[in-house]
């Protein structure tokens, strides 16, 4: 797999949505039911939906966060093994100011780390850099 990151907005045709979540200071990641593991919140870009209002629909169905400040961060294109395929996506950062009720979902819970838990559905070693990633741009961002 090939990932190539691009400024946000550089791509076209955003099929996922990745929402890098805080609150309090703290991570907010899911508790996935039937994969029995953690990971932040993102899906697919439905058809006639923005990628802004993906990231909002996935980040309400899976987290129950309505009220938070949202910016997108990076895109990136992810070309498959086979290079037979692509899919793009946009990562997002949410910053909430208050937790919702967790809708019916995939997810069984929200819980809050310091950093990425032991328990992460997908490679824990590149969620640990691209939550320092995430940290340099916010705070880029916030001068």
């Known amino acids: 797999m090939a990932i190539t990151n691009y400024f946000a907005g550089a791509l076209d045709h955003i099929e996922f949505v990745a929402i890098f979540t805080k609150y309090q200071d703290k991570w907010v990641y899911c508790w996935h039911k039937k994969r029995e593991s953690y990971e932040h919140p993102g899906g697919h870009v439905e058809e006639g939906e923005t990628p802004l209002q993906a990231a909002k629909r996935e980040l309400y169905e899976e987290t129950g966060i ?23 996506g946009r990562v997002y950062l949410a910053i909430a100011h208050s937790l919702g009720e967790l809708p019916e979902s ?10 990425v838990p032991q328990n992460y559905t997908y490679n824990r070693e590149e969620e640990i850099n691209d939550l320092a990633k995430v940290e340099k741009i916010w705070r880029a961002y916030k001068e």
């Open 66 to 88: 309505v009220d938070c400040e949202i910016v997108p961060l990076w895109d990136y294109e992810f070309v498959w093994d086979d290079r037979r395929g692509r899919n793009n």
């Open 106 to 115: 995939e997810m069984d819970r929200i819980e809050l780390f310091d950093e």
